[in-house]
């Protein structure tokens, strides 16, 4: 055999070079996983493992809080504060009901006025009668602000014209001094008789007391404070053209400034149809957020009641007085008579809880309430117990404040200087003060705030 040369042995291992088309296919390989790597499709591992461990994370966060969320006292924690979110959703939507329902009553069933009632703070309806001239005197005199300044006598020069004829009947005019607009009667109240008017203009010289515009401290204390005092007082059952009474209110009226007049014919056993009325006109006139029912025989510090319902402004359906339960009482004759006593149970019960009626007050919506609903609400024989029939079926906050019914000097005088000084003061024993005509300045002096107590107070 021939032997094999050196250079023509071939190892095992070596393989054989590729041919111009296996290096054009390698090529084009390569290539097309370069441009892949380079676009994106394809991860890097560095890459991949970022995305496993935020993704590991996530689970831990996820086991986390599911382990939180299975301690019962947080999910009881977040039970409540769902309960307290959809209470305080429901009030925001009752109270935009209400709102409505009163724009609508206001309007008589149509569509709602874009001039809505003025604004106030609290309305405090007076109850007086028509034969309580000196009791309103009285408190004029002492915490009702009073609506005039008088002025000494003096001649000045008047411009009258026909179209004040009609003030004739109260003796008075508006006339001008030092280009300030203001109110005189005339010294002598028959002089007015005498005049005569003409056509177009005239000037008169006579002599008269002059006053400022009545109930500018009233219009005042309206404006800055949003504090409304009226007199409230009715009709008298006379014939249409009113007489003697209603004339005579007329008169009070012009002068002072200060009263409500109701759609309603007075008398003692009325009151529960006129605190119910009393409510749906304060309701219509103004838009407060309170209003308070205060008898004319009751001395009131305005600052303090201010203070005291500033407390309550943020809640809804508040009732604030002094609450009491009574007797009822079913012996005809006797006062405070209940002739529907048989509603209250067996004979000797007592009444439900309400707020004694000398003061009380009600917060926007539970007056909204009674103006909305106030024909169907019965009427019982005493006002305090038809107000307190026609809350107490309802989400209502009683408020027992007892500076409401202080007895008078020395009770209130003494806890004044104890620095608690009362909201009101009369006698249990008369159902307000006794003699109030002849001992409200006294009990002013001695229990009173001061003049400036309501002018500080934040509304």
């Known amino acids: 055999m021939m032997a094999l040369s050196t250079s023509e042995r071939q190892s095992p291992r070596a393989k054989a070079p590729l ?28 890459a991949a493992s970022k995305d496993m461990t935020s993704s590991s994370g996530c689970v831990k966060n996820k086991r986390a809080m599911l382990s939180e969320s299975n301690n019962p006292r947080d999910i009881m924690n977040e039970v409540s504060r769902t309960h307290h979110a959809i209470q305080s959703l429901d009030k925001a939507v009752s109270s935009l009901e209400m709102e409505l ?19 106030a703070f609290v309305v405090i309806g007076i109850n007086t009668a028509f034969s309580s001239k000196k009791r309103r005197d009285s408190l004029r005199e002492t915490w009702v602000p009073r609506g005039t300044y008088p002025l000494p006598p003096t001649r000045i020069e008047i411009l009258t014209h026909r179209s004040m004829q009609k003030h004739m009947n109260f003796a008075s005019f508006f006339c001008m001094i030092s280009h300030e607009p203001v109110r005189f009667f005339l010294q002598n109240p028959r002089e007015h008789r ?11 010289h006579m002599m008269c007391t002059c006053a400022r515009v009545a109930g500018e401290k009233l219009r005042r204390l309206e404006k800055e ?14 014939a249409a053209g009113g007489g003697a009474l209603d004339r005579a209110v007329d008169s009070e009226e012009a002068e002072n400034k200060d009263f409500l007049r109701l759609d309603h014919v ?5 009151l529960s149809s006129k605190t119910r009325i009393y409510f749906t006109t304060a309701v219509a006139t103004w838009d407060a957020d309170f209003y308070v029912k205060v008898d004319d025989d009751v001395h009131l510090n305005l600052g303090m009641l201010t203070s005291r319902l500033a407390k309550y402004r943020t809640r809804p359906r508040v009732y604030v007085g002094c609450m009491k339960s009574g007797p009822v009482l079913s012996q005809k004759g006797v006062k405070y008579h209940e002739p529907e006593y048989w509603k209250f149970g067996d004979e000797g019960n007592k009444y439900f809880r309400h707020a004694t009626g000398q003061i009380y007050a009600i917060s926007k919506d539970l007056a909204a309430y009674i103006s909305i609903n106030q024909p169907i609400l019965h009427r019982f024989a005493n006002e305090d117990v038809s107000l307190g029939a026609w809350l107490i079926g309802l989400e209502v906050e009683h408020v027992d404040d007892r500076s409401m019914c202080c007895a008078t000097p020395p009770d209130c005088e003494w806890k004044k200087r104890a620095g608690n ?35 500080s107070v934040a509304t």
């Open 19 to 46: 041919s111009g088309k296996g290096a054009v296919a390698a090529l084009c390989v390569a290539s097309f996983v370069v441009g892949l790597l380079l676009s994106g499709r394809v991860p890097l591992l560095p």
């Open 101 to 119: 329902a009163v724009e609508r009553a206001r309007s008589g069933g149509g569509a709602v006025s874009s001039v809505g009632p003025q604004k």
């Open 194 to 204: 005498s005049l005569r008017f003409k056509e177009g203009a005239q000037n008169r």
């Open 225 to 238: 404070k949003g504090i409304v005092i009226r007199f409230v007082i009715g009709r008298s059952g006379t």
């Open 266 to 270: 007075e008398g003692y056993h009325e």
């Open 421 to 455: 000084v009362c909201v009101a003061s009369f006698d249990w024993s008369c159902s307000g003060v006794c003699k109030s005509v002849d001992r409200m300045k006294h009990i002013h002096k001695a229990c009173g705030e001061g003049q400036g107590a309501v002018w």
